[in-house]
Structure formats: structure tokens, C-alpha cells
């Protein structure tokens, strides 16, 4: 009688083992098919990066082009043309023998405009801001819309006076921050902003800050209407910084921008 339930044991241990077996086996599969599912996951995701980036840096290629041919459409016709213009006022002035005083006013304005426009040229000319103190640059851009008298714009330059963003980092860093002026001036109806600046040998953080209206980010961000905003991020995101958009509707908005020196 023993023998029979010895084989029936060894039967009923072999079933079991079998079965743990399988079990084993199907929990393995299951774990890798997920396993593979994450990593075929990441590696979408790497390329989506990595085909955004390439995107915007040929986005940003282009972008640097045309601010180049404009740059050089300024200096080589507009210039010109302006400086025609107050040779000819010059000449006109002493055709009425100093009594002109509307050409006098005019050919002052045109002098002064086109001291703003070799100034613009200035800055979006590629070569001559990778060389330029970004900083400098700004500071101009603050003087300028305070003299236009459009609202009170105030620069603030903190921590260290020794720049470590390389040309790309400042030529990029210094583009972002004049979008996002620019959009104050365009959408937030502020009547104050602020730029505050500090830089150490690590880090530099830059604040962005206006007294205006207001929105709500994320509804920007999912809608046609944030795509400055997008702009604006993944710029900082492509020379290795974090930018942060902090806004209520009715209290003003603080861009934050910090930018690690690696």
C-alpha cells in the first residue's frame, strides 16, 4: 500500500513543482515584457527630447540668422537712408538761414532715432553679442523703456561682478530676458518692472518682476496663447537652467530663471 502513495506523492510534488514552476516562469515574463514596455518608454522619451532640442536649436539657428540680415539691413540701407535724411535737413536749415526750427526739431529726432537703431543692430547682431556684457546690454534695454516712458523699469545686479555663462548661455540668457520684458510690455498692462540679477561661481538667477495684471500659467502653457512662454522655457531648458512662471490674475507675475554653471 505504501508503494502507491509514494507514487502518487512524487506525482502530486512533480504537479506542484511544475506548476510553481510555471508560475515562476509567468511572473519572470510579466516583469520583463514590463521591464522592456519602461525601457521602450524611456527611449521614446529620450528621442522626443532629443529631436525637441535639435528642433529648437535649429530654431534658434534660424531665428539668429534673421536677426543678423535684419541687424544688416539697418546698418547698410535704413542707416543710410536716415543719414541722407539729416544731411538734407543740414542743407535745408541753411537754406532758411537758421529760422527753421521745425527742421531743426526733425533733425534732431532722426539723429536720435538713428542712434537707437545702430543700438538695436547692436544687439541682435549674433557675432557682437557673444562678445558683448550681456548685463550692459540689458541695462540699455532698461534705459531705453524708461525713456519711452511706457512704464518704470529698474535693474538690479547682485553677487558676484565676474560673469561664468558661457557666450552661447549669455547670448541666449540675454534673449529670454528681453522676450520676457517683452511681454510684459506687450500683455501684462504693469506699470513697474523689475530685474534682479545675482550671479556666484555656481549659479546665476535672474528674476523677472511686474506689478500687472496677471494670468494663470498652466492655462497659458496648455493654450495657443502660451507660446512665448514655451519659447521662453525651453530656451533656458537648452543651455542646462530651470525657469519657473509664478502668476495670479490680478497680482502680477515673477519669472524665475536660474542657470547652473557646469
Known amino acids: 500500500m505504501s508503494r502507491p502513495i509514494d507514487q502518487i506523492l512524487v506525482v502530486i510534488i512533480a504537479v506542484v513543482a511544475v506548476l510553481l514552476f510555471l508560475a515562476i ?20 522619451l529620450r528621442i522626443q527630447e532629443q529631436y525637441e532640442k535639435q528642433l529648437l536649436e535649429s530654431r534658434l539657428e534660424i531665428q539668429q540668422q534673421t536677426f543678423h540680415f535684419i541687424s544688416q539691413e539697418i546698418h547698410d540701407n535704413v542707416g543710410q ?22 527742421v531743426v526739431s526733425v533733425r534732431d529726432n532722426v539723429g536720435k532715432a538713428m542712434t537707437e537703431l545702430r543700438e538695436i543692430a547692436k544687439s541682435l547682431n549674433h557675432d557682437q553679442a557673444q562678445h558683448f556684457n550681456w548685463q550692459e546690454n540689458l541695462r540699455e534695454e532698461i534705459n531705453r523703456i524708461n525713456k519711452s516712458g511706457v512704464l518704470s523699469a529698474g535693474l538690479i545686479l547682485e553677487g558676484e561682478e565676474e560673469c561664468y555663462l558661457k557666450d552661447q548661455q549669455k547670448l541666449i540668457t540675454f534673449r529670454v530676458v528681453q522676450e520676457g520684458i517683452q511681454n510684459i510690455l506687450k500683455h501684462a498692462k504693469a506699470s513697474s518692472l523689475l530685474v534682479n540679477i545675482y550671479q556666484s561661481k555656481e549659479y546665476t538667477n535672474i528674476m523677472i518682476i511686474d506689478n500687472g495684471i496677471g494670468f494663470d500659467p498652466d492655462a497659458a502653457l496648455n493654450g495657443h496663447s502660451g507660446l512665448g512662454l514655451k519659447n521662453i522655457l525651453n530656451r533656458v531648458a537648452l543651455i542646462g537652467g530651470v525657469a519657473e512662471i509664478n502668476s495670479n490674475t490680478g497680482k502680477g507675475t515673477c519669472l524665475r530663471i536660474n542657470i547652473g554653471h557646469a
Open 25 to 44: 516562469l509567468f511572473l519572470v515574463m510579466v516583469m520583463y515584457h514590463s521591464s522592456r514596455r519602461k525601457q521602450m518608454a524611456r527611449e521614446k
Open 81 to 102: 537712408i536716415l543719414s541722407l535724411a539729416k544731411v538734407e535737413l543740414n542743407i535745408l536749415q541753411q537754406q532758411l538761414n537758421g529760422n527753421g526750427e521745425l
